[in-house]
């Protein structure tokens, strides 16, 4: 049985949280930039997953992940919540077109 050395997961993690930077600055909706933070919570967990891989006895890395996994549900769904409640006031979900906050 042969094993993954860790820089490979660590490569392919640096190239998700780029892809979740990337995707998160240039789109021009709130549900794009939510997309991208979730890719980057996702690296991060790669990141965590690998390293409690590389040393078995340390079990802490998955339950950090299991962690972020969950604080990443709860915010996709205050998020989202708050993206119906924009939308159903201003007809948009373009956050440059949402200049103000008062009624």
Known sequence: MSTIPLIHFLIVAAALFSIGLAVAIT??????????????LNA????????????????RGQLFALFVIVVAAAEVTVALGIVLRVYGHYQTIDPDQVSDLKK
Do not use: W, Y
């Not at 789109?27 to 980057?40: S, T």
């Not at 991060?44 to 079990?59: E, G, I, K, M, Y």
């Open 27 to 40: 789109k021009r909706n709130v549900i794009g930039i939510l997309i991208g933070l979730e890719l980057m």
């Open 44 to 59: 991060v967990n790669l990141n965590l997953v690998a390293f409690s891989r590389h040393d078995p006895t340390f079990l």
